[in-house]
């Protein structure tokens, strides 16, 4: 069974910095694409970034500037680098990942909380 476990999310300060983990594992598939969500109270669910498994990444007009994804496709994980936290990032973020059958999987969500 698959199960993604995220990790890193916390309370900072308007311009600090987190970095949110999170690892894969029980996959018989290799992991195409990992990406990281976020949803905000009373907000959808919206992407923050995305990267391929060749490396390839996607930012948000959000995200772009002020945060970093990476993978390590031997470890199946995949990191999101926050920095220049603003209050408006505040929201439960969320690790996906697609598999190359094609179906998707959800982490449990970590709170991240930026503080004015």
């Known amino acids: 069974q698959v199960q993604l476990v995220e990790s890193g999310g916390g309370l900072v300060q308007a311009g600090g910095s987190l970095r949110l983990s999170c690892a894969a594992s029980?996959?018989?598939?290799?992991?195409?694409?990992m990406d990281w969500y976020r949803q905000a109270p009373g907000k959808q669910r919206e992407l923050v970034a995305s990267?391929?498994?060749?490396?390839?990444?996607t930012y948000t007009k959000s995200s772009a500037g002020r945060f970093t994804i990476s993978r390590d496709n031997a470890k199946n994980t995949v990191d999101l680098q926050m920095n220049s936290l603003k209050p408006e990032d505040t929201a439960v973020y969320y690790c996906?990942?697609?598999?190359?059958?094609?179906?998707?999987?959800w982490g449990q969500g970590t709170q991240v909380t930026v503080s004015s």
């Open positions: 996906r990942i697609i598999l190359e059958n094609g179906r998707d999987y």
């Open positions: 990267i391929s498994s060749y490396g390839t990444t």
């Open positions: 029980g996959s018989p598939f290799r992991i195409n694409t």
